[in-house]
């Protein structure tokens, strides 16, 4: 039994909550106290080492509360890179870190996630992880010919075990936590105001309290059960799109949990004194988006801008935009897992949000239609429409199984694949209409 395994499952059973939400949770408050001491504290040593060093020994205590021995795997990541680059050329070297990244989690994710529903564990943490060191790697090996050099094996430990970004994000890089260390990310004596940092960690709150009750009355449970399947189809519809609203509420509030211990410390500074810089999600566009890509550029925008700078652009030399597309969202699947249900939902977001909506805007058909009702009655609809795209295709990351999602897809007569694929057609032949 781990030193805090005691203390953490007797609150996980009193509170009747899985012990890694619990470990989670109490990690995330862990760094916001933390994040305060370096706020009064830390911030005031000037020497680099000895902020490094007690920033590791922070990052340690959390690592080893959360996951107990398991947060070995997270230095071996780091040592994993550590070693390539100390021991290789760097351009081989970048990819064989790519490779041992990906593979590690991906191994990760088989040995402890192949179950019915998903479980917190060191995988978990392992996923920012793994895009710290990837993205560190290639930073490198891109770097080289401008004289870069490979950071000390306590720098790399500490940007992996960082506490404002270690748990879940959001995704920072190797530059700003060094500047950061050196205390030259910002004016460390115009910091930014508690208030800032105070105000996100109030809307993580506001969204976990939100979260918890909705997802007892919306659980995925009932999207299996007869009472379900005799709703009338608008209701199974409305139903379906409230599950996966408050569902993904869960993920807005450790974000912004995670997110004010780093305005705390000033580390979100975008260089306009501003505190946005590592904003992970736009809560009122998500909201009021009345776009599928729209809706896309809201949710887990630190990730979206990493796998733009390394994926993405990396695939420019395959000549063909949408195959680059394709290539990154595959990469975000095996990423998030081993299961099928992730690969449906990225080909989803794929399929909507960059060949759908796309190609709609061109649409003589859907122009005309969309003047022939009042713009107030429109938005409402287009409103709706996102909503209900956005819970269908959050089914196949929650449930996982093929068997499962087709079980819920079927409940609904596949109504947004059958919408994406007409509209697909009419674009195809509207768009070419208006050409001629």
């Given at each position: 039994?781990?030193?805090?395994?005691?203390?953490?499952?007797?609150?996980?059973?009193?509170?009747?909550?899985?012990?890694?939400?619990v470990?989670?949770?109490s990690g995330?408050?862990?760094?916001?106290?933390?994040?305060l001491?370096?706020?009064?504290?830390?911030?005031?040593?000037?020497?680099p080492?000895t902020?490094?060093l007690?920033h590791?020994?922070?990052?340690?205590?959390?690592?080893?509360?959360?996951?107990d021995?398991s947060?070995?795997?997270?230095?071996?990541?780091?040592?994993?890179?550590y070693?390539?680059?100390?021991?290789?050329?760097?351009?081989?070297?970048?990819?064989?870190?790519f490779?041992?990244?990906?593979?590690?989690?991906?191994?990760?994710y088989?040995?402890?996630?192949m179950?019915?529903?998903?479980?917190?564990?060191?995988?978990t943490?392992?996923?920012?992880?793994?895009?710290?060191?990837?993205g560190?790697?290639f930073?490198?090996?891109?770097?080289?010919?401008?004289?870069?050099k490979?950071?000390g094996?306590?720098?790399?430990?500490g940007?992996?075990?960082?506490?404002?970004?270690?748990?879940?994000?959001?995704?920072?890089?190797?530059?700003?936590?060094e500047?950061?260390?050196?205390?030259?990310?910002f004016?460390?004596?115009?910091?930014p105001?508690?208030?800032?940092?105070?105000?996100?960690?109030?809307?993580?709150?506001?969204?976990?309290?939100?979260?918890?009750?909705?997802?007892?009355?919306?659980?995925?449970?009932?999207?299996?059960t007869d009472?379900?399947?005799?709703?009338?189809?608008?209701?199974?519809?409305?139903y379906?799109?409230?599950?996966?609203?408050?569902?993904?509420?869960?993920?807005?509030?450790?974000?912004?949990?995670?997110e004010?211990?780093?305005?705390?410390?000033?580390?979100?500074?975008n260089?306009?004194?501003?505190?946005?810089?590592?904003?992970?999600?736009?809560?009122r566009?998500?909201?009021?988006?009345l776009?599928?890509q729209g809706?896309?550029?809201?949710?887990?925008?630190?990730?979206?801008?990493?796998?733009?700078?390394?994926?993405?652009?990396?695939?420019?030399?395959?000549?063909?935009?949408?195959?680059?597309?394709l290539?990154?969202?595959?990469?975000?699947?095996?990423w998030?897992?081993?299961?099928v249900?992730?690969?449906?939902?990225f080909?989803?977001?794929?399929?909507?949000?960059?060949?759908?909506?796309?190609?709609?805007?061109?649409?003589?058909?859907?122009?005309r239609?969309?003047?022939?009702?009042?713009?107030g009655?429109?938005?409402v609809?287009?409103?709706?429409?996102?909503?209900?795209?956005?819970?269908?295709?959050?089914?196949s990351?929650?449930?996982?199984?093929?068997?499962?999602?087709l079980y819920?897809?079927?409940s609904?007569y596949?109504?947004?694949?059958?919408?994406?694929?007409?509209?697909?057609?009419?674009?195809?032949?509207?768009?070419?209409?208006k050409?001629?």
């Amino acid at each position: 039994m781990g030193l805090f395994e005691g203390p953490v499952n007797y609150v996980a059973a009193t509170l009747e909550l899985p012990s890694g939400a619990v470990r989670m949770l109490s990690g995330l408050f862990f760094c916001q106290i933390f994040s305060l001491l370096h706020r009064v504290l830390i911030s005031k040593i000037k020497n680099p080492d000895t902020r490094l060093l007690i920033h590791l020994f922070l990052g340690i205590f959390v690592s080893y509360f959360v996951w107990d021995v398991s947060c070995i795997h997270h230095i071996a990541s780091a040592l994993g890179l550590y070693l390539l680059f100390f021991t290789l050329p760097w351009g081989l070297a970048a990819k064989l870190n790519f490779v041992y990244q990906l593979g590690y989690i991906t191994v990760g994710y088989y040995l402890n996630n192949m179950v019915e529903d998903y479980t917190i564990n060191w995988t978990t943490t392992m996923a920012p992880v793994t895009l710290k060191m990837i993205g560190l790697g290639f930073d490198l090996n891109d770097n080289k010919e401008n004289g870069a050099k490979l950071p000390g094996i306590f720098k790399v430990f500490g940007h992996v075990l960082f506490i404002g970004t270690y748990l879940v994000g959001p995704m920072d890089d190797f530059k700003r936590f060094e500047a950061f260390i050196n205390g030259s990310l910002f004016d460390e004596g115009k910091g930014p105001d508690l208030k800032v940092g105070l105000k996100r960690m109030a809307l993580g709150l506001l969204f976990l309290a939100i979260s918890v009750p909705s997802i007892s009355i919306f659980s995925t449970d009932t999207l299996f059960t007869d009472w379900y399947l005799e709703l009338p189809l608008v209701l199974r519809i409305a139903y379906i799109s409230a599950w996966g609203h408050f569902n993904l509420y869960r993920y807005m509030a450790v974000w912004c949990i995670a997110e004010s211990s780093c305005i705390y410390m000033g580390y979100t500074y975008n260089g306009e004194d501003r505190w946005d810089g590592l904003r992970n999600f736009a809560t009122r566009s998500f909201h009021t988006s009345l776009t599928v890509q729209g809706l896309i550029d809201t949710w887990n925008i630190r990730t979206s801008l990493w796998c733009s700078k390394h994926i993405y652009k990396r695939c420019k030399f395959l000549g063909n935009k949408r195959l680059s597309q394709l290539l990154t969202m595959l990469f975000l699947a095996v990423w998030h897992g081993v299961h099928v249900g992730y690969f449906v939902f990225f080909f989803q977001e794929f399929l909507y949000g960059m060949v759908m909506e796309k190609g709609a805007s061109r649409n003589v058909l859907l122009q005309r239609l969309n003047r022939v009702f009042p713009r107030g009655v429109t938005v409402v609809l287009r409103w709706s429409f996102i909503k209900v795209f956005m819970s269908f295709t959050f089914v196949s990351f929650e449930v996982f199984y093929l068997n499962k999602i087709l079980y819920v897809y079927g409940s609904v007569y596949f109504i947004c694949p059958i919408v994406a694929l007409i509209v697909i057609i009419s674009n195809y032949q509207f768009a070419e209409r208006k050409e001629e």
